[in-house]
C-alpha cells in the first residue's frame, strides 16, 4: 500500500454524505409525462404491455394534466388515438380531431402552468400507420408529407399547445413548420424537434399505446442504429430550421448520442425514455427481478447524467412523487 491511501469511499459512508455530494440530482421541473387520449372512450382503458399507462378519456387526462401541475412537472406529451383513419390522416388536421381536442381541453385545465407539448406525426391517424403519406410506389412522400405536417402544427398551435414535436423524421419538418407557424402568426409556439430518433425495436409497445396499423418498419426515415455521427448532422439541420430544443429517442441504448448532442448543443437536449424502456423494466420489476423503484431512478437519472435536461418517461408523475416523499 502506498499511504496516505486515496479514500473515495469517505464521501459515500453516510446517506447524508451522498445525498451532499451527488453530482447530479433529479427535479419534477425537468421531466415531462408523455399522454394518450383515445377518442370514444367511457373509461380508461389499460395498455397491458406498459402495466399503469393509460389510453386516457379526456376526463381521467385532465385529471393527469391536474396532477402533472401539483407535482411540478415540467410538461405533458399528447398523442391521439382517432376512431377513424384514412390514407391521409385527415384527423390530425381537423381541428375537432382527438388529439387538436385535448389540446384544447388540456390549456383550459392547466392554462400556463404547465409546457403543453403535442405530437407532430401522422403515424396515429393513416390506415397504413406510416409517419407520412404514401407515393404511388408505396414509399413514403417526404416533401408531401411536409405540407401536411404545416396544417397540423398551425392546428394545434391554434388550439393552445406551446411547444409541438414533429416526431415524424421527415427531412426539412422543423423548417416548413416554422415557417407555416409564423405566417399564422404563432410565433411564440416552438419546437422540440425530435432530430436524433433512431428506428428501434423498443417501440414496440407504444405501437400498442396507439394501436398502431403500421405493418413493416420505418427503417427508410427513422435513423439506422449503428449511426453516431449521423445524429450530430440531424441536431444541425433542425437547429438551421428553428428548433428550440432538440431531442434523442430512444434514451437508454442512445446515451453516447445524448452526451455527443449533449456537448455541443447551444438549446436545450432532451431525451425521451420511451415504451420499451418503461416495458422492460416494468417487467423485470413484476417478476421480482430488480427493485422497481431503485431501477426506475437509476434509469431516469443515468439519462440526466449523460446530459439531458429534459426528460419525457411515462414515470414522470411516480418520479416526482418520489421526490417528494424524500423532502
Ligand atoms: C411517432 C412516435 C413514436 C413514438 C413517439 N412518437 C412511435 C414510432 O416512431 O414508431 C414512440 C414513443 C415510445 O415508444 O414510447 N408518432
Redesign the pocket.
Known sequence: MTFPLDRPRRLRSTAAMRRMTAEYRLDPSELVL?AFIREGLTEPNPISSMPGVVQHTTDSLLRASAEAVELGLGGIML?GIPAERDAHGSAGTDPDGVLNKAIAAVRSEVGDDLVIMS?V?L??FTDHGH?GVLADDGSVDNDATLEIYAQMAVTQAEAGAHLLGP??MMDGQVGVIRQALDAAGHHDVGQIA?AA?YSSA??G???E??D?Q?KGD?RTY?MHSANRREALREVELDLSEGADMVMV??AMSYLDILADVAAVSPVPVAA?Q???E?AMIEAAAANGWIDRMAAIEESVLGIKRAGANIILT?WAAEVAQLLRARR
Do not use: M, N, T
Open positions: 408523455p398523442f405530437d406525426c403515424d396515429e409517419c416526431s415524424g425530435y430518433k423498443f417501440y409497445p407504444f405501437r399505446a396507439v398502431s403500421l420505418r427513422q429517442k430512444p425521451y420511451i415504451s420499451g418503461y411515462y
